[in-house]
């Protein structure tokens, strides 16, 4: 069983209650003036503290993405949020609600950060030892900063409340800071974090506490932001400098700090997300999850939606990738299959039919495809199998013809795949939210934007070289970078890059926001690949009569042998795949909404209504309806 600090949050549930009994009595979101809320003796007690710090984590930390959820709608998986894909946002009621969606400890950020002003000013005044109080602090700043960062990135400049609000002090109505001081804010909490934080925490004990490294690499993400073209579209230079120098002292911070990325030697993206031992020096920043009765409340059903139906207890159809994903992933020998202007790149060596064939050894680690073998519920040479009218998992197809792999742990049965609230079970897969790689890329994309361009190339080399690229099929290319030779090369090469590396991982979308790539899929469209069964080859069902000139592939003709394709090899001889399938590119796009349209406002989304009406000085974001805040400034 894991040490999930978390859990003790739990046994904080009275003073929580203590204090959204007080929010729920305020109408206005902002105001969470609570000076009795909660016994400010606590403060003098470490342990109570910390008990009242889970309880934060508990509700800032992120958990697995909702595939398709709004935050995770992009061009990589199948599942999808209509209206963030079809661009039918209005701009009013509660669309995007993620600043609040009620007024109480559960719905809204502005409560988790009077938390988090409210135990600052506590523990300052505590009775605590100082390098105590520095470790609590530091964890509350990060928490602070964090939920800034998180709002200022979908709506531009937010209301920044800094301290615990006294209704007979202060006022109660804040209208939206600039984006640029909410920038600032949130890069000094990183710095006060960074400086009182630990190298790292035991993770027998504090698994998933934040460390000063990542501290640090937030500071530095939060400049990346403000430097990319979401924020920053006339692409002024220093804010480069400043994004550079933060995301490399990041860099170092975490290398000195022994973190470092997963080797492929331990079976690289492939078991990265199943090690959650000490010797996973790759993950920076997680949400501790297990998938025991002893603690049912904090796990995830990733596990039973993520596989094909067959390895499940009713789930599968969630995380597919797109063959749009499936073509990102660069070859073995690092350059890309196809130009950019959709043709084959004929000096990759890519066979578009045998698209499996010497590529990325990522790919493999995170696409699931028909024919490969992919042992789950500990079986032994399981092929995995997506052609049209596959028997075993007929109720539920792939509607993209691949499965994601790399987040599933296939050790685990069918039947424990599920997870229940109350009962536990699944993966108890920790999310893990910021790994080394990020950092490594983070500063890679920092180097190019200052004009570091060497630098830049030289970080891409050592990520490619530590998932498994050699030097004898990619040396020659310089690990892909022969052809990356400019600024503009560089950034579309590092998109491309965090695509394939972060594949499934929910990255995509705000990768896409934050470098105004998104309205570049408008008229596009997500792809599929269907695999029709070639006569005389027949998939499905035993038919009630056997005709003699078919082959069936999906049942065993007698019961002293085997199936078809519990043996059959397709993927080594392309001869072999194309004699029992004809392969097809299709769209998955609903035929209701043929085309992908992300309207440029997209990057900044409207205030729900509910927080609008918090306050008469909270302006609405312009390109919205009544909206008149810049989130540029």
Not at 62 to 84: K, M, Q, R, V
Not at 216 to 225: C, H, I, N, S
Request: proline share 5%.
């Amino acid at each position: 069983m894991k040490r999930n600090f978390i859990k003790q949050a739990r046994l904080v549930l009275a003073l929580v209650t203590i204090s959204a009994a007080f929010a729920a009595c305020n109408k206005d979101v902002l105001n969470k003036s609570d000076l009795n809320g909660v016994d400010p003796g606590i403060w003098d007690t470490e342990s109570a503290t910390t008990l009242f710090l889970n309880a934060t984590y508990d509700r800032v930390m992120p958990n697995w993405p909702t595939p398709g959820g709004i935050h995770n709608t992009s061009d990589e998986l199948g599942n999808a949020t209509a209206s963030i894909l079809n661009g039918t946002l209005t701009g009013t009621g509660n669309e995007i609600p993620d600043v609040a969606t009620g007024n109480n400890v559960n719905t809204s950020n502005y409560f988790w950060i009077y938390r988090c002003n409210l135990a600052i000013d506590g523990i300052n005044h505590g009775a605590l030892s100082a390098d105590v109080k520095a470790k609590l602090k530091g964890q509350f700043f990060f928490l602070r900063g964090y939920i800034y960062f998180n709002l200022v990135r979908i709506y531009g400049g937010m209301p920044l409340i800094l301290k615990v609000q006294s209704p007979n002090i202060d006022s109660l109505y804040v209208p939206r800071s600039k984006s640029s001081d909410c920038i600032k804010q949130i890069t000094a909490d990183m710095d006060s974090a960074a400086a009182m934080l630990p190298a790292t925490w035991a993770i027998s004990t504090d698994g998933g506490r934040i460390n000063r490294a990542t501290a640090a690499a937030y500071k530095g993400k939060a400049l990346l932001y403000w430097a990319s073209p979401q924020f920053n579209p006339t692409d002024i230079r220093s804010r480069w400098d400043d994004a550079y120098a933060a995301c490399k002292a990041a860099y170092n911070q975490a290398v000195a700090d022994g973190f470092a990325l997963y080797p492929s030697s331990s079976g690289g993206l492939g078991n990265l997300w199943i090690d959650e031992t000490a010797n996973n020096k790759e993950r920076m920043m997680w949400r501790t999850l297990d998938a025991t009765t002893v603690n049912p409340t904090h796990g995830t059903n990733n596990e039973n939606i993520t596989r094909p139906i067959s390895e499940t207890t009713g789930g599968g159809g969630s995380n597919q990738p797109t063959w749009n994903l499936v073509t990102a992933f660069p070859m073995a020998n690092g350059l890309q299959p196809y130009l950019p202007d959709g043709t084959v790149n004929s000096a990759s060596g890519y066979d578009a039919t045998a698209y499996w064939l010497n590529r990325d050894p990522r790919f493999n680690q995170t696409i699931a495809y028909n024919g490969q073998i992919w042992n789950l519920s500990g079986k032994s040479n399981r092929h995995e199998w997506t052609y049209t009218g596959f028997l075993d998992d007929a109720s539920k197809a792939s509607g993209t013809g691949f499965y994601c792999r790399k987040i599933s742990n296939p050790t685990i049965s069918a039947a424990g795949a599920v997870y229940n609230t109350s009962t536990s079970g699944g993966s108890g897969m920790d999310w893990i939210e910021l790994r080394f790689a990020e950092v490594l890329l983070n500063y890679a994309e920092a180097a190019n934007g200052a004009g570091f361009l060497a630098e830049a190339q030289n970080l891409c080399i050592a990520l490619r070289q530590a998932r498994g690229f050699t030097a004898a099929a990619a040396g020659g290319n310089n690990y892909g970078m022969s052809v990356v030779t400019s600024r503009d090369l560089m950034s579309a090469f590092l998109l491309n890059e965090r695509e394939v590396e972060f594949a499934m991982e929910g990255k995509r979308y705000w990768d896409l926001r934050r470098t105004r790539q998104f309205e570049k899929l408008t008229g596009k469209q997500r792809f599929g690949l269907r695999l029709a069964v070639n006569s005389p080859f027949v998939a499905g069902a035993k038919p009630t009569t056997i005709d003699p000139t078919k082959t069936y592939l999906d049942f065993a003709p007698s019961a002293t042998t085997v199936r078809l394709i519990d043996t059959l090899n397709v993927l080594t001889d392309k001869r072999n795949y194309i004699k029992y399938f004809t392969p097809t590119i299709v769209s998955i796009e609903p035929s209701t909404a043929p085309i992908i349209n992300y309207p440029i406002n997209y990057y900044f989304y409207p205030l729900p209504s509910n927080f609008l009406t918090s306050s008469p000085l909270v302006q609405q974001t312009a390109g919205w309806p009544g909206g008149s805040f810049d989130p540029l400034q």
